[in-house]
């Protein structure tokens, strides 16, 4: 689950990370009033979406020399004007794609006088088993960038979680971001706070870019991205009310009621598997043979008829969709489970694109038999590379 940058930052600030003032508006009128709660006289008009990029971005309705979804302002009223401009009007950046994400709030923010730009960045590191720091003096750019054109400015320091971070831990991290003075004492008393957070509100990512030393000398957040364990949040109601839907897709949100592990992808043919690894194995067979993948549909080993169908629904509802694959090895998901969800879906929701149906294992020739039976204009498979080949020439016509 992801969060809003100005919500990230209220989470850290709880923990006594150093941040700006902010006010996070919802409408236009709103921005007055929040920027006279600011000292000024620089502010800071941020669009609140959940993706990178947004400095960089562009909006559809806007002329091509319109600024970007991060503007400063050097007065209220320019405050103002920003606010109006960029309220409810679609953003796009590299990580949006062409679609964009329609702006629904902003956050205010108390500028700052900025000497450096820095990176780092928290995540779990699966090759030694811990959570690492990832450290850059290349703040304010794309990571990814800077990975492949400068990798030895990248720094790594994994964290033992029986000890915590430890002082030859810090003294790494500070050595790798130049830091002095007070700038590196602000750090010392900041990396142990962030490690802390990231640990008891079980978040898969915490990023902040740029991490900035002022002219003043001291450390502060400038930028904040959180994402959560989603398997972990029956453990933070706090976290849980943070969630903004309005930012999710639909089916999505809709695939969480039922406990699916559904991802919308771009392509033309919807994948309903159970097993994530065969679902891997699905989408990169329909990618072998030319085509792309709607979604990753993973409906697990112990789902029942109620939950197929329901998962059967949600990819019938994308528009993009013109031909299902569905790839079913019974285990202990039992494959005339499968065949009575599958059937009982189309019946309710009907059948207008090209269906193959591919079983093996539990139950298969009784799962074989319901389709079969069904009268329904279902394509049966005899294994995997089969299955593909079908759907694929399905939609081929």
Known sequence: MNIHEYQAKALLKSYGAPVAEGVAIFTADEAEAAAKTLPGPLYVVKSQIHAGGRGKGKFKELSADAKGGVRLAFSIDEAKAHAKDMLGNTLVTAQTGPAGKQVNRLYIEDGADIERELYLSLLVDRSVGQVAFVVSTEGGMDIEAVAHDTPEKIVNVAINPEAGVTAADLAKLTSALKLEGEAKADAEKLFPILYKAFVEKDMSLLEINPLIVMKNGRVRVLDAKVSFDGNALFRHDDIKALRDET???????????????????????????????????????????????????????????????????????????????????????????????????????????????????????????????????????????????????????
Not at 303 to 321: H, L, Q, R, S, W
Not at 328 to 347: L, R
């Open 247 to 397: 930012e999710e897709d639909a089916k999505e949100i809709e695939a969480s009621k039922w406990d699916l592990a559904y991802v919308a992808l771009d392509g033309n043919i919807g994948c309903m598997v159970n097993g994530a690894g065969l679902a891997m194995a699905t989408m990169d067979i329909i990618k072998l043979y030319g085509k792309e993948p709607a979604n990753f549909c993973d409906v697990g080993g112990g789902a029942g008829k109620e939950k197929v169908a329901a998962a059967f629904k949600i990819i019938t509802a994308d528009p993009k969709v013109e031909g299902i694959l569905v790839n079913i090895f019974g285990g202990i998901m039992k494959c005339d489970v499968i065949a009575e969800g599958v059937v009982a879906a189309v019946q309710e929701v009907g059948l207008k694109v090209p269906l193959v149906v591919r079983l093996e294992g539990t139950n298969v020739e009784l799962g074989k038999k319901i389709l079969n039976e069904s009268g329904l204009a279902i394509t049966a498979a005899d294994d995997l590379d089969d299955a593909a080949k079908k759907i694929v020439a399905a939609i081929n016509g």
